[in-house]
């Protein structure tokens, strides 16, 4: 099987100032392809490090793809860098010079002479032209070995990706089929399922993979075959895939790989139904989940966040007496909010949330991480009490994640 | 200086499926310990390909952090690799099995085999307690290189870290300080900030280095410099740093290495006053950001996210009239959206904003990326129109973050 490893270059990922998201959706791109990625590495603009993660990768694959380190500033020496690995020297490339010039015409920005240096690429590479940005990508190759140098801008990257990198290597190998199926469950622990499906793990065939991925409060099960018989492999696979369904039915949310977002998206589209949320304490984040999926305004119609007293009262009718005797985090005002929400914002279904994410403002009998989350329908709210015991971010992330999944199982069970 | 290396194992992290967050967050941490990281590396759940990386990453490095691969299901091989690797047997951990236990009766959950195999570690290794869930980190020492395993479930590789490993490294290093100072500018591209401060960098002692990291629309300078004597580093950092900010004062955002929300937060607080927000094709994620932040109710009394005509209506107060014959993309939809949450949230100064975030929904005089932005307070609004051509996420948050320093420079411009 072809194989690929991925560097990327830049302090700011050595340093952590930045996270590295290119790695991830270049491997997801390149498995699609049929190209296993067996290794990532990320150096610092340091000439040897970079140097020798060329030489080092380019022993564990056929394929090396390189990003970052190609912006129009001093800190970046990767060109140079390649120019004198692949044993070139710089020249200017007609086409990225063009597109230089069209797209600073285009933004009517003064173009200066460090902007016209991007369209120089070494003479020995095939230049790969970038419809997102100034800096050209380009192709060496080496010792039977492909390397393709891109910028770490991601949406210049992913440009670069889909219109020539994946059509070229598809074209230069004989690629196999890779195939997964994975399925998200809820409420069940990581153990507990693995002792589930111990037989039929024990029982998988060999070829076929098995992968647990827990991650906020849901295990994601992965199955995973490859090969050049394309119908044999995704019957083989989707034997086994069915089997595991039925195994771990009663905690299933989905069987393809989709956030919970997604799945209450599309339960809602297929009941040709509305929903709206009112937020405190998860401040916008499920709104903001829920809007991330393009053409969400077919089942979302808009949340209130309501962070203080009087957004609570003035927009989702929250009683002051309620807020006063029982706190903002209590079963009787996360149903007001709900009730409110249902009100003003006219939908079908709604969440409503009102928590202590932390670090401060936790209570001896409300915990940092103690959250009420309502759902329901105009004829009945549900109210429940959770707690998470993570930092801020993660309990956001938890509360969020369970109040969508609350949601999806009432409308399951209320239709 | 002393240099380590970091390993994450894990298959989903080769095809793609999680983006790693763990490597950043440790570089950051060893950072500040004075450790410089000079790689990162990730490898798939494979017995050779797990002890190459070994193997390499000591040339490199005096310590090797690992994480991942250590969860209770089948698909993890690291423990029993890294008892080879270093030349022990597998033996129960009485600290570690006393923790399954206690977890396990704390979450009032059957505890099973699997669980009770977590608290094994190589006999050749100095255990590492977890008290944030059921595996065990070890500590392993060869050939004078310093190896530590750890979880890859993040609060738990978090915990460990700040616990112990970094706790140990000191101990057992002289370390250098590693002193970093950096500020963000927003509204100017990162060739133009070259050329402005060219003179600058060229004139820069060998020992501080400058980076430029763009993100978002905004682009962070960094300046670096390292040393044993902390107060002489910091004062030599600390005039260059002056330097910088009066060079770039003109789009100068903030000189801490702080998002664009924590700046708008920090300048409410300071100013005792309060903000909301009015959010159509952004969904809640401005609600988002600002509530990220601990402590943000303090400034933030909520949003209305309006994503249907009807909440924009009713919980806004936005006339149908305008919104039939100017559209909801509009500067007069959007000046009436942060009238009316301005009048219905009750804050000092509002974001409202509106617009088309793709892939769908595009016009031929409204394209994908368009949005209007309008902030204020009572006594004016000031609305704009902008315009992004990325995917939906990151038209959200550079529309997000716009809109965030548009009402930063109007609370500027009119206290």
Avoid at 18 to 30: G, K, P, R, Y
Avoid at 110 to 131: F, S
Avoid at 166 to 187: D, E
Avoid at 231 to 240: N, T, V, Y
């Amino acid at each position: 099987m072809i194989q690929a490893t991925i560097i990327t270059i830049g302090d700011e990922l050595l340093i952590g100032q930045v996270i590295d998201t290119n790695s991830a959706w270049m491997a997801q791109e390149l498995n699609k392809a049929g190209i296993r990625v067996v290794r990532r590495v990320a150096v610092g603009d340091v000439w040897d490090e970079i140097w020798n993660a060329l030489d080092e990768e380019s022993k564990h694959a056929q394929i090396i793809l390189i990003t970052g380190g190609l912006g129009p500033t001093a800190d970046d020496i990767t060109k140079p860098l390649l120019c004198k690995y692949f044993g070139g020297k710089l020249v200017v490339d007609e086409g990225a010079k063009q597109n230089v010039i069209n797209i600073f015409t285009k933004l009517k920005r003064p173009m200066i002479e460090r902007n016209l240096l991007q369209a120089e690429v070494p003479d020995v590479c095939t230049a790969i032209q970038n419809k997102r940005g100034t800096a050209p990508g380009m192709f060496f190759n080496k010792d039977g070995k492909i390397f393709v140098s891109m910028p770490g801008v991601p949406h210049e990257m992913k440009g670069m990706m889909e219109d020539d990198v994946i059509p070229h290597l598809t074209k230069q190998f004989k690629l196999p089929v890779i195939i997964h199926r994975t399925l998200f469950t809820a409420g069940v622990g990581e153990s507990f399922l693995a002792d589930l499906i111990q037989d039929f793990e024990e029982a998988l065939p060999p070829q076929i993979k098995l992968a647990y991925l827990p991650n906020y409060g849901m295990v994601r099960l992965r199955l995973t075959s490859s090969g050049f018989d394309k119908i044999q492999i995704e019957k083989d696979i989707e034997i086994q895939f069915t089997q595991l369904q039925l195994l771990v039915k009663d905690y299933l949310v989905t069987n393809v790989d989709e956030p919970m977002e997604r799945v209450v998206g599309k339960l809602l589209l297929q009941k040709n139904k509305t929903m709206c949320t009112a937020e405190s304490c998860t401040g916008g984040y499920i709104a903001h989940l829920l809007t991330s999926i393009p053409g969400s305004s077919e089942f979302y119609d808009g949340s209130v966040v309501s962070y203080s007293y009087g957004a609570k009262e003035d927009l989702l009718n929250v009683n002051h007496q309620t807020l006063l005797t029982k706190g903002a985090v209590s079963e009787e005002v996360v149903t007001e909010m709900a009730k409110g929400a249902l009100q003003n914002i006219k939908s079908n279904y709604v969440i409503a949330v009102s928590g202590i994410m932390g670090p401060g403002g936790g209570l001896p009998e409300k915990p940092v991480g103690t959250a009420w989350i309502a759902v329901g329908s105009k004829e009945k709210i549900a109210a429940q009490k959770v707690f998470f015991r993570f930092d801020r971010a993660r309990n956001i992330q938890l509360t969020a994640v369970t109040a969508l999944n609350l949601l999806r199982q009432f409308i399951l069970q209320n239709t």
